[in-house]
T-cell receptor
Framework: DAGVIQSPRHEVTEMGQEVTLRCKPI?????LFWYRQTMMRGLELLIY????????DSGMPEDRFSAKMPNASFSTLKIQPSEPRDSAVYFC????????????FGPGTRLTVT | AQTVTQSQPEMSVQEAETVTLSCTYD???????LFWYKQPPSRQMILVIR??????QNATENRFSVNFQKAAKSFSLKISDSQLGDAAMYFC?????????FGDGTTLTVKP
């Protein structure tokens, strides 16, 4: 398996623009997680899905953030409108159902909002 | 809510020496799992080792081992014979009912 795939790897955009981050989880995994990593706040869980259904979105910063998982092999995280404070590395991770399994992380998307 | 605390923001070790990274957690659950992840400068998160809470035996993976003290809710990582390639940020993580909680990380520097 190719692992968790994220695109784009780098994104630079201007404040106010819409940003869409994409993730393809490992085939067969039924959990998908979106994290944000910054120096100030560390690694934050934004939202996670089980079998394509959002389970906990309490980490989503505000209404400007939205995430979808239309099928088992694809998820998006959208920021509209983007702000400079959204600059961070965004990770997608997937895993099997049992908590005994580790999460497999994608390479991350480095987002810069100017 | 579960919390994970890594009290050492930074640690350093001499090459070939041993270093221990600390982690404590808080939970009221009895069924959970603990993990250590490594994040090198490439920023790719890599699993180092896992521990099942129901197992008393400490997990070991080559030069990496844990000291799991369930009653104290402590889960430290010991790296033996440290190598330059061990330099990275290390995250302690707790997982139960699908969801994971990560600590703030410890940056490990390995001195040649």
């Amino acid at each position: 398996d190719a692992g968790v795939i994220q695109s784009p790897r780098h994104e630079v955009t201007e404040m106010g623009q819409e940003v869409t981050l994409r993730c393809k989880p490992i085939s067969g995994h039924d959990y998908l997680f979106w994290y944000r990593q910054t120096m100030m706040r560390g690694l934050e869980l934004l939202i996670y899905f089980n079998n394509n259904v959002p389970i906990d979105d309490s980490g989503m910063p505000e209404d400007r953030f939205s995430a979808k998982m239309p099928n088992a092999s694809f998820s998006t995280l959208k920021i509209q409108p983007s702000e400079p404070r959204d600059s961070a590395v965004y990770f997608c991770a997937s895993s099997y159902t049992s908590s005994s399994y580790e999460q497999y992380f994608g390479p991350g998307t480095r987002l810069t909002v100017t | 809510a579960q919390t994970v605390t890594q009290s050492q923001p930074e640690m350093s070790v001499q090459e070939a020496e041993t270093v221990t990274l600390s982690c404590t957690y808080d939970t009221s659950e009895s069924d959970y799992y603990l993990f250590w992840y490594k994040q090198p400068p490439s920023r790719q998160m890599i699993l180092v080792i896992r521990q099942e809470a129901y197992k008393q035996q400490n997990a070991t993976e080559n030069r990496f081992s844990v000291n799991f003290q369930k009653a104290a809710k402590s889960f430290s990582l010991k790296i033996s014979d440290s190598q330059l390639g061990d330099a990275a940020m290390y995250f302690c993580a707790y997982r139960s009912a699908g969801k994971s909680t990560f600590g703030d990380g410890t940056t490990l520097t390995v001195k040649p």
